[in-house]
């Protein structure tokens, strides 16, 4: 079976979890692939190639809101 990070577009908050202004998802700066990315501050980010994902979990991690979770498809 596969995993894949999903974000949950509803818990993500840029604005909060940057602890900061600056808008940036720490879990896609975390993602050890570049797949987990943030097209602009303070959007969501979006997986890229989910099936290159290896759902290491590491930007689950670092996600201060608990917004993604390792899924497995």
């Not at 290896?54 to 201060?64: Q, V």
Request: hydrophobic share 30%; proline share 5%.
């Amino acid at each position: 079976m596969n995993k894949t990070a999903v974000v949950d577009l509803e818990k993500c908050d840029t604005k909060r979890c940057s602890g900061h202004d600056s808008g940036i998802c720490r879990a896609s700066e975390h993602c050890t692939h570049k797949l987990l990315v943030q097209e602009e501050p303070f959007n969501p980010p979006m997986m890229v190639f989910d099936k290159m994902c290896t759902g290491c979990g590491m930007c689950a991690k670092e996600c201060p809101l608990k917004a993604i979770i390792i899924s497995g498809r």
